[in-house]
């Protein structure tokens, strides 16, 4: 199976930056999309960003121009750079990827055990 490890997670004052890493590992035959989601208290998880294979970016509005999602194709890792961050923006953050552990296998989605993130006022 696909596993997935997250780090990079922290307490920050807000305006500060914080850079998350996820790295696939385990029975890897491809792997597709990968992003990160995040889950406040209370509320649902949501996505923060993805990353396709062809790197296509896509960004919830909320983050849009203050992170950066990039990827390692050959290291199967996956960056989320987090810059001018908000007290909003706590959460903990999962990654998350699509992928196939082998060749007769369907993709599907695997998740990291997520990673605090505090910003402080």
């Known amino acids: 199976q696909v596993q997935l490890v997250e780090s990079g997670g922290g307490l920050v004052q807000a305006g500060g930056s914080l850079r998350l890493s996820c790295a696939a590992s385990?029975?890897?035959?491809?792997?597709?999309?990968m992003g990160w989601y995040r889950q406040a208290p209370g509320k649902q998880r949501e996505l923060v960003a993805g990353?396709?294979?062809?790197?296509?970016?896509n960004y919830a509005d909320s983050v849009k121009g203050r992170f950066t999602i990039s990827r390692d194709y050959a290291q199967n890792t996956v960056y989320l750079q987090m810059n001018s961050l908000k007290v909003e923006d706590t959460a903990v953050y999962y990654c998350?990827?699509?992928?196939?552990?082998?060749?007769?296998?369907?993709?599907?989605?695997?998740w990291g055990q997520g990673t605090q993130v505090t910003v402080s006022s």
């Open positions: 998350n990827a699509h992928a196939r552990p082998n060749s007769w296998s369907r993709p599907r989605d695997y």
């Open positions: 385990g029975s890897i035959f491809s792997i597709n999309d």
């Open positions: 990353i396709t294979t062809g790197s296509s970016r």
